[in-house]
């Protein structure tokens, strides 16, 4: 082991000074990790505002509570700034910036390498720089590495590098950073050790595997194998409605085998910043290596005609009670992505919304965590709590926070389009129309 390496191992297993690039839903969880691990944080974000919400000790991401980020920002633990030189000083820096899909659906890694210039510009020998971000197999070997040793520095001698996805599951109250195993690639297994060390202060598992490349495919892997299980189902919700079958009641009793079987539900579409990209992240790079990925193109077919399919049923329920859209006054409850998050990234909620309007209907919206939503020229506010439902021709249930009385829902409102079986524990009544 180089100096630089056991100097760094030796901070990593004590007090050491972790930089993390990206305070959003997947950094600032992490950093508040690192801090509560006896770290010290210093946080990067481009985006002004957030770095002076952390200065507060204001969160604006679910799973950190205000009182959680202000116990860490008030001892010191985590300090917020815009300038990436304040990264000179830390033994590892962690990137959690964006990698969202260009308007042609092929990867945008423009976050990656305008953060790994910036490490670039800051790096010393005995940092440890760990990528997070999701993205296709090869980036933290073809984008991150050239540029550290451009600076002359020796990966996995002087400097070291791994690829570690993020897991999280925004509002899992259940499985939070700490409990979900840390998936640990390194460029050469020293990088891998150092990097699964930085992990090990808050993780209960780490589990290292061979390359950095491994570790980019097994997050691109799980976020495809949900997405693909989950166009399966959305395609059994509309199977089932054509037999006139109940998806739910389906599903329900597919649980009961005790193996070989995952229950996946239907919903009016994929929403937030992974599953609706991700697979296509793995798509792209594919075809470059000459290959056609036929599962992934499917689920997204299937998935992204659900908003669409929703609208339809909106439709369709209105024309039996000898109503159109055109002139329908419609309650949407939740336009979250999923259920009690405040994020609307790619939420199915903005299309079913935007078509519906279109259309001619008359739409508001109400989520306790969503305020104010802007979709290209519809500016809409949250509507008060309790609404009059009465007044209103359709409640379109997109996102099932905790929180609503389904039953006074069903029983107020004159016509329920439930597209996530919220309604389940509502005995089934002839104006209720589920997914
Ligand atoms: N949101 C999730 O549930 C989730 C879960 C697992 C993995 N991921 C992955 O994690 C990554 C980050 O996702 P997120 O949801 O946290 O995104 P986010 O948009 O909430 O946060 C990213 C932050 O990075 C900042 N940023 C962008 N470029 C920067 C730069 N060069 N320097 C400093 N700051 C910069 C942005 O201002 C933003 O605050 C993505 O690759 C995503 O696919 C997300």
């Known amino acids: 082991m180089s100096d630089a390496a056991a100097t760094l191992a030796a901070r990593l297993a004590g007090t050491p000074t972790v930089g993390v690039i990206g305070l959003g839903y997947v950094g600032l969880p992490l950093a508040v990790a690192f801090a509560e691990s006896g770290a010290t944080v210093i946080g990067v974000d481009l985006d002004a ?3 002076a919400s952390v200065r507060a000790g204001a969160s604006f991401v679910e799973d950190i509570s205000a009182a959680t980020l202000a116990a860490v920002v008030r001892t010191g633990r985590i300090v917020a700034t815009d300038d990436v030189a304040a990264l000179k000083d830390a033994d590892a820096i962690v990137i959690c910036v964006p990698t969202p899909l260009s308007k042609s659906r092929e990867p945008d890694i423009s976050f990656i390498v305008a953060a790994a210039d910036g490490v670039a510009s800051v790096i010393r020998p005995g940092q440890l720089v760990v990528l997070e971000s999701t993205t296709y197999p090869g980036t ?8 550290l040793e451009a600076r002359g520095l020796r990966v996995g001698e002087d400097v070291f ?12 109250t259940h499985w939070t950073l700490r409990d979900i195993p840390k998936v640990v690639g390194g460029v050469t297994p020293l990088c891998r ?3 699964a060390a930085l992990y090990a202060r808050f993780a209960r598992e780490v589990v290292p595997v061979s390359s950095p490349e491994t570790a980019e495919m097994v997050k691109l892997y799980e ?12 395609e059994l919700a509309i199977m089932c409605r054509r037999l006139g079958i109940s998806v739910w009641e389906v599903i329900h009793a597919a649980s009961t085998k005790p193996f070989g079987f995952m229950a996946f539900y239907p919903g009016p579409g994929l929403g937030g910043h992974c599953l609706p990209s991700d697979p296509s992240y793995l798509s792209w790079k594919m075809r470059l290596a000459g290959y056609e990925p036929r599962f992934i193109a499917f689920a997204d077919e299937i998935n992204r005609q659900m908003p669409t399919y929703v609208v339809g049923l909106v439709a369709d329920a209105l024309n039996d009670r000898g109503r159109a ?3 329908a006054r419609i309650l949407v409850l939740g336009v979250a992505y999923k259920a009690n998050v405040a994020d609307t990234r790619d939420s199915p909620a ?8 279109a259309k001619g209907a008359r739409v508001e919206y109400h989520d306790p965590n969503v305020p104010e939503l802007t979709i290209g020229d519809l500016a809409l506010r949250s509507v008060a709590w309790p609404a009059d439902l009465r007044a209103h021709d359709v409640v379109l249930i997109l996102t099932a926070h905790a929180g609503y009385d389904w039953a006074t829902i069903v029983r107020d409102a004159p016509l329920v389009v439930d597209t996530r079986n919220a309604t389940a524990g509502v005995p089934p009544a002839a104006h209720v129309i589920r997914l």
């Open 223 to 234: 976020n495809t194998f949900r997405s693909v299980n989950i166009a399966l189902v959305n």
């Open 140 to 147: 933290t070997q073809e984008v991150l590495r050239p540029r």
């Open 193 to 195: 050790e150092l990097a």
């Open 325 to 327: 859209l055109r002139g």
């Open 49 to 51: 505002r957030r770095v």
């Open 350 to 357: 903005l299309e079913i919304i935007t078509a519906l309007a």
């Open 161 to 172: 590098l791994a690829f570690s996805p993020e897991r999280i599951d925004p509002g899992n």
